[in-house]
């Protein structure tokens, strides 16, 4: 069975430093891979996602970066923090591009203090 | 601009009644509409997808209609039990994954 994985899951980082959040797949093969992040009594807000190695796409130009090393692989980046980078932020996959339920991460909760 | 909301933001009922929830939108024409239990401090959990040619949908003691024409859908839970308490989000989705977007969620509260 496909099962995904996230962590930390919580996070304590002071502004200005750096930010990497993993996740992986496991059981499938070329996922398509999606960042979120969910502000507190918030919705969630698609960051990035991709469908290949390589491919990425933002959907919100911020302070955030992503990168898909691995097939099964995605990275959260961010160069410096700042207040605003607060949230819960959740890894997803799909098999499928329309028509498919998103399977998400157990999250990771992020203060920047 | 396209805009999903849900009846409201939060909903208290008594256990054992049915808990009925809505999903309005506009400026959309989804291919696919979805739904997703969150647990406070959890990921959202898939529950049940419709598509744009399907009236309703169930699975167990959970329902799902859809009307394009109302741009509407509605999500039933029969039965409620406390354990139903959590916070439910519709999504809509085009046909190739494009313009994927979730509502803003409705609490539900099942009281025993």
């Known amino acids: 069975s496909q099962t995904i994985h996230q962590w930390p899951a919580t996070l304590v980082q002071p502004v200005g430093s750096p930010l990497s959040l993993e996740c992986t797949v496991e059981?499938?093969?070329?996922?398509?891979l999606y960042w979120y992040r969910q502000a507190a009594g918030r919705g969630l807000q698609l960051l990035f996602y991709s469908v290949g190695i390589g491919q990425i796409s933002s959907e919100v130009p911020q302070n955030l970066s992503a990168s898909r090393p691995q097939d099964r692989q995605f990275i959260l980046s961010s160069k410096k923090l700042l207040l605003s980078d607060s949230g819960f932020y959740l890894c997803?996959?799909?098999?499928?591009?329309?028509?498919?339920?998103?399977?998400f991460g157990s999250g990771t909760r992020l203060t920047v203090v | 601009s396209q805009k999903i909301e849900q009846n409201s933001e939060a909903l208290n009922i008594q256990e054992g009644k049915t808990a009925t929830l809505t999903c309005n939108y506009t400026?959309?024409?989804?291919?696919?509409l979805q739904w997703y239990r969150q647990d406070p401090g959890r990921g959202p959990v898939f529950l049940l997808l419709?598509?744009?040619?399907?009236k309703e949908k169930r699975k167990e003691r959970l329902k799902v209609t859809f009307d394009t024409t109302l741009k509407q859908s509605l999500f039933h839970i029969t039965a409620s039990q406390p354990a139903d308490s959590a916070t439910y989000l519709c999504a809509l989705e085009g046909n190739y994954g494009q313009n994927f977007v979730f509502g803003p969620g409705t609490r539900l509260s099942v009281l025993p």
């Open positions: 997803a996959w799909t098999r499928q591009q329309g028509g498919g339920g998103y399977t």
């Open positions: 059981g499938t093969s070329n996922p398509n």
């Open positions: 419709i598509r744009e040619n399907e």
């Open positions: 400026n959309y024409s989804p291919a696919y």
